[in-house]
């Protein structure tokens, strides 16, 4: 029962290692990123998780409430987006500007033009 | 005035950089980010004076109090760092100029200006701040900044580099992300001072080890720890010669700096290496680097990846000397940050010299290179000696308190090995030495001067100050030593 | 001028010489005046030393503080006193030798020569008077790179190749050795500073003090205790200079006097031959000294064999230190003198033979004697002295080191020592009888050595049948000679002053 009161954590979990997974097993760079967004969703998940009160409503002050969750983490991770927002427009540049200069975005094929040159 | 020197350290490279960025005529933003670098390090020495004097110094951002406001808070480990940086920041900007002129052109120049702002802001902020969560927002900065400044190299292969990095960097942070919020979760603060006093009374709970585990980790991917090193090489290789001397010297020695301060202050040296078996772990991987990072920097070709792999080597050391946990051991590591910050940047800047005239830092080219640019080449074996670690320079000081330590743990076969990896620096300088001095220079070889001064005075003050400093070791040492002092007391 | 200023000058004015050396790149004649007064300068200012320190004076200053507690200090102490006469006297001679040989040679890059030569003497006088082991071995690591562009001097494949052998060694067992010796002393001990009676007594117990003889013994490379060798032979691609004045006497003696100076000053005698971990050392160098000899029998190249004799000779010191007492001190003391003096002889006439006849194989110099009837006669006294034959230096120090045998009661080392004489014999001894009694095999090569160009005075002695060396060298290997007969007879102001290193109340 417990495992299961759990859930959002094994969410977590998923997430973060089919984000990590795409990252490492794909060559395509698009996709890199794209597992790398997965990966860093996993962990805004996980942080608004450990900010939720059981029975907690948006910590607004409001008459007849008392137990409110949170609001840290939610900040926190409003600071993380952003963070990753910039990473993943600067890593889509990059690959643009790799795209113009190998004329692929096949991580193996960048290879075998690198060893050639 | 003196009371906001903490947040000037930080707020004077950010508003640089918008100004960099609005400044296009000609080189002005050069002038710009001259003016930003010099105050920085004018502010960190005033900042030193300061904790040397009145101990620990804590800045409420915005007047709000900790824990709940960030706290800037500077102690000796941290006003050491900061001079690090901004002194290679200052010395840096200067040679910068020819340098990222001939290697960008001129329209382009106000680009890497803001962008070597921010990095230099970010960097400056990690070490300045007292909150965790802060100091991963500092340290994107700095990251995704420098992924830019990376990718900014004329080969093709910069982009490649820089896209690698910022795959691996990003894991790095997400980890320390990850690892941060397994604190607050457990402790219900961010501030690191109150971390410490929090985790202090605890128990050892499985989200603390977690939490451990994962901020080791990302860490040690920053720090381009052995077998994490992996985006070192290539982008230490094709990034512009200013930005590879500029990371080289301070980046990853910002990231040793957030280990030390995760380790000693955070967690205490009790969890670090008394729960956790993180000494003998460290103590391994830093062997490994000392050996297989040099023995590849002896085969390369291309002299700037060589120095990369060295650089990682190098970083062994400073891991080495953390993994001791005594006094003379941290002193060792911390005096290393110090003392490969200059040798490091200063043989970077002076192959970025060699760059400039010949466009190449293929060992292949440096034939006879001895003759045909004296100075530059003297900076570099200068700068090569320290790697060494042959007496007179500071690579000695950092070898002698590595060994100390070693022998005070009693592993004195550590001790053998810090010595023994030495060797193989001298293989791999000594290698360019023959090229440089004992080969003739080829016929077909046009003639050149040796740099202009403008590149080659601030390669000199870092290789003098690599000497100055192995002989005047008050500064080093002595900070080193109450700081080690500092963090080996708060556990 | 007091003591502390005339060591500092003693260190000093050799670098100041360098700078002037390297403003004065284009006038040859200036370059070479600078060295010859610099080294007179540097040899009245060393002698100058020489009344205070056998009064018993120990001048000396402190340079700066590198690690708390721990200066670059110097202080002058007789056997340091010693070797720094030994050394700045002979820059002299090898000074004025240096320009026969140098000019009549047509050597390249000749500013770079004489530049690094100055600055090997600074760090040589550097360890003669380091006050503490760090101090030393700074000075000890200058000296070896500050030589190593001397080495290779010649920038071809075989020097390059001698280069990384030299500087492979050298580097290596100082850093790999040496150095982890010298911290281990200060973790065990608290202090480098040279003391007589030694640190170490009652530090650490026997085991680890036998570890730490071995650390110090093979660090320290530069004494070329086999295997450890093999940098010397290799450094005989540099000019004959260098190999007379570096390879003969202050790099090696460089190596031994460290020696002698952590036997006598960092462990003590008294401390050594108590713990008993020594006997492995004595061992080692007298298989160095015969094998050495052996070797030196096969080869044909004179400066090899030379530089293989030097290797067997500096074991003779290593033996005389490890045998840890007084007269293997002073036995040790005095040889490093006498050494000097015969060995350097030696190598001056094999660079004359060099310059005056083109030939480096003993074979090939059948009744070169004839033709250069001086150089022969000199190096049948430097034989004479190296082997130890009275009236020459090199006797006394072999008798003092068979004393010293006798008094520990090693007998098998007499046997060593004298054996080894006969070795010495054997393998010097043929060149002086082929060059005078053998009939000289026709060579073509004899007559064409007008390819350099107008035969003048300057570059060779030439009456009749004589072509001898230039006279700049034929006056350098005089005073040399004459050096080995005077040792002979002023051997007793020699032990006086090291009687007070050994304890011996002079």
């Not at chain 2, 990034?239 to 301070?250: D, E, H, R």
């Not at chain 3, 004179?302 to 840890?324: F, N």
Request: proline content about 4%; hydrophobic content about 55%.
């Amino acid at each position: 029962m417990a495992a299961v009161g759990l859930y959002n954590y094994w969410i977590v979990v998923f997430l973060m290692m089919a984000g990590f997974y795409i990252v490492i097993a794909h060559d395509n760079l698009v996709k890199k990123i794209v597992g790398l967004n997965v990966f860093q969703a996993s962990v805004f998940v996980l942080y608004i998780t450990f900010g939720k009160v059981q029975g907690g409503t948006a910590p607004i002050i409001a008459e007849g409430i008392t137990t409110y969750s949170n609001p840290l983490p939610h900040v926190l991770i409003l600071t993380a987006i952003v963070v990753g927002v910039a990473t993943t427009a600067l890593g889509l540049a990059l690959v643009i500007r790799i795209n113009e200069a190998y004329g692929t975005i096949e991580e193996d094929e960048i290879h075998i033009q690198d060893g050639e040159s | 005035m003196t009371e906001h020197l903490a947040a000037l350290q930080v707020v004077i490279p950010l508003l640089c950089a918008p100004l960099c960025m609005l400044v296009r005529y000609r080189d002005w933003s050069w002038i710009v980010a001259l003016f930003g670098s010099w105050a920085c390090l004018i502010i960190s020495w005033l900042l030193l004076q300061l904790v040397m004097v009145d101990g620990i110094i804590s800045y409420h951002m915005g007047n709000w109090a900790p824990p709940l406001g960030i706290e800037y808070r500077i102690d000796k480990v941290s006003a050491f760092v900061l001079l690090i940086v901004s002194a290679i920041g200052a010395v840096i900007t200067p040679y910068a100029r020819e340098s990222v002129r001939a290697e960008f052109g001129v329209n382009r120049v106000y680009l890497f200006y803001t962008a070597y702002m921010l990095c230099l802001c970010g960097l400056l902020g990690v070490t300045i701040t007292g909150d965790a969560f802060n100091l991963f927002v500092f340290l994107e900065i700095s990251s995704l900044s420098s992924y830019v400044l990376i990718a900014l190299g004329k080969d093709r292969r910069a982009l490649t580099a820089a896209y690698q990095y910022l795959v691996l960097g990003t894991i790095g942070a997400t980890f320390i992300v990850i690892g941060i919020g397994l604190l607050y979760a457990e402790t219900g603060t961010l501030n690191m001072a109150d971390l410490a006093k929090r985790l202090a009374d605890q128990p050892l709970s499985r989200t603390i080890g977690a939490a451990f585990g994962f901020l080791v980790v990302g860490i040690s991917l920053k720090l381009a720890l052995f077998p994490l090193h992996l985006w070192l090489p290539n982008a230490y290789t094709y990034a512009p010669s200013v930005v590879s001397a500029f990371l080289a010297a301070t980046a990853t020695k910002v990231a040793v700096y957030v280990l030390l301060r995760f380790l000693f202050s955070i967690f205490n040296v009790k969890l670090s290496f008394g729960v956790m078996p993180l000494d003998s772990i460290l103590l391994v991987l830093a062997v490994i680097a000392m050996f297989a990072a040099s023995a590849v920097a002896i085969f390369q070709t291309n002299l700037k990846r060589m120095l990369a792999y060295s650089s990682v080597a190098q970083i062994g050391y400073m891991i080495l000397g953390i993994s001791f946990a005594n006094v003379n051991g941290l002193a060792a590591g911390i005096i290393h940050l110090f003392n490969h910050a200059l040798m490091k940047g200063g043989m970077f800047l002076a192959l970025g010299c060699i760059f400039y005239r010949i466009a190449s830092v293929n060992i292949n080219d440096m034939a006879g290179m001895g003759r045909r640019m004296p100075w530059t080449m003297g900076a570099f074996v200068v700068g090569g000696l320290g790697l060494i670690g042959v007496p007179l320079t500071v690579g000695f000081i950092s070898k002698w308190y590595l060994v100390l330590g070693a022998l005070e743990r009693d592993w004195w076969f550590a001790a053998a090995l810090v010595l023994l990896s030495s060797l193989l620096a001298v293989v791999y300088i000594w290698r360019v030495v023959e090229v440089a001095y004992l080969k003739p220079v080829p016929e077909d070889a046009p003639e050149i001067e040796d740099a202009p001064p403008a590149m080659l005075i601030p390669t000199w003050i870092l290789i003098g100050a690599s000497v100055y400093y192995g002989i005047n070791t008050d500064l080093t040492v002595g900070v080193a030593k109450q700081a080690a002092q500092q963090l080996l007391g708060a556990g | 001028m007091d003591g502390g200023t005339a060591v500092a000058f003693a260190i000093g004015l050799p670098i100041f010489g360098t700078i002037l050396i390297l403003l004065n790149d284009r006038y040859p004649n200036i370059r070479e005046a600078i060295t010859i007064t610099t080294s007179i300068c540097l040899a009245l200012i060393v002698f100058g030393l020489v009344p205070e320190v056998t009064a018993g004076g120990r001048p000396g200053f402190v340079l700066a503080e590198i690690v708390p507690g721990l200066p670059i200090a110097f202080k002058v102490e007789p056997l340091g006193m010693l070797f720094a006469m030994v050394a700045s006297g002979l820059w002299v001679v090898t000074s004025i030798y240096a320009i026969g040989y140098m000019r009549s040679h047509h050597e390249v890059q000749q500013t770079r020569f004489y530049a690094c030569f100055a600055i090997a003497i600074s760090s040589a006088m550097g360890i003669c008077f380091a006050g503490n082991m760090l101090t030393l071995f700074i000075f000890y690591e200058v000296l070896t790179i500050s030589t190593y562009p001397l080495v290779t001097h010649s920038e071809t494949k075989d020097a390059v190749k001698a280069g990384r052998t030299y500087l492979g060694i050298l580097i290596g067992t100082s850093i790999a050795f040496l150095l982890l010796a010298i911290i281990w002393t200060w973790f065990l001990t608290g202090t480098l500073d040279f003391t007589p009676g030694g640190i170490l007594k009652g530090k650490a117990d026997g085991p680890i003090l036998g570890l730490l003889l071995f650390l110090y013994m093979y660090g320290i490379g530069k004494a070329a205790l086999m295997p450890m060798h093999r940098w010397l032979p290799a450094a005989m691609v540099a000019p004959t200079p260098v190999s007379a004045l570096l390879h003969a006497v202050a790099v090696v003696k460089a190596g031994v006097f460290t020696v002698l100076k952590v036997i006598v000053y960092i462990f003590g005698i008294d401390t050594l031959a108590g713990i008993g971990q020594d006997d492995w050392l004595m061992y080692i160098a007298a298989f160095t000294v015969i094998a050495a000899s052996c070797v030196a029998l096969t080869k044909d190249n004179l400066k090899a064999r030379l530089a293989y004799s030097t290797v067997s000779q500096l074991s003779y010191i290593i033996l005389g230190a490890a045998l840890a007492n007084s007269l293997g001190i002073i036995g040790g003391g005095i040889h490093i003198a006498m050494h000097a003096f015969g060995k350097i002889t030696l190598f001056f006439c094999a660079g004359a033979i060099l310059v005056a006849s083109h030939k480096t194989e003993i074979s090939e110099m059948d009744g070169l004697g004839k033709v250069m009837p001086i150089t022969f006669i000199f190096f049948f006294i430097g034989s004479l002295s190296v082997i130890g034959l009275p009236p020459l230096g090199g006797s006394w120090s072999k008798w003092y080191l068979m004393l010293s045998a006798a008094e520990a009661g090693q007998i098998i080392f007499m046997f060593v020592f004298m054996l080894s004489s006969l070795l010495n014999i054997a393998y010097l001894m043929p060149l002086v009888a082929r060059g005078f009694f053998a009939e000289a095999k026709e060579d073509k090569h004899h007559h064409d050595d007008g390819h350099h160009g107008e035969i003048s005075f300057w570059n060779g002695v030439r009456f009749g049948n004589i072509r001898e060396a230039p006279p700049f060298c034929l006056l350098a290997m005089t005073i040399t000679s004459v050096g080995c007969i005077m040792l002979f007879f002023y051997a007793d102001k020699i032990y006086q002053m090291l009687a007070p290193v050994a304890g011996i109340q002079g």
